[in-house]
């Protein structure tokens, strides 16, 4: 179901059944493939710590190309309260 939904676009059922599955790594392809860097950086964060450095480098790059001066590791980092 995961591969049929992404072959045929359906990004969000494919994520969602990758997400039911457990499957962490294929939730971040799917979000990276869809062009959602943010949100494949922030499910890393708690899904993926591992590859949580390589998705913030696209998240950042992401941010440079639109032009905006947003910081993805501000957004990353734990909160001190």
């Not at 493939?33 to 708690?46: D, I, V, Y």
């Not at 591992?50 to 992401?62: G, I, N, V, Y």
Request: hydrophobic fraction near 45%; include cysteine.
């Amino acid at each position: 179901m995961v591969e049929l939904a992404e072959e045929a676009g359906k990004f969000n059922v494919a994520f969602e059944a990758s997400f039911t599955l457990g499957n962490a790594q294929k939730c971040i392809e799917i979000l990276v493939k869809s062009n959602r860097s943010p949100e494949a950086a922030l499910f890393a964060h708690a899904y993926a710590p591992s590859q949580l450095p390589k998705l913030t480098k696209d998240w950042a790059k992401h941010l440079e190309t639109m032009k905006l001066p947003f910081s993805p590791v501000d957004v990353t980092q734990e909160a001190d309260f």
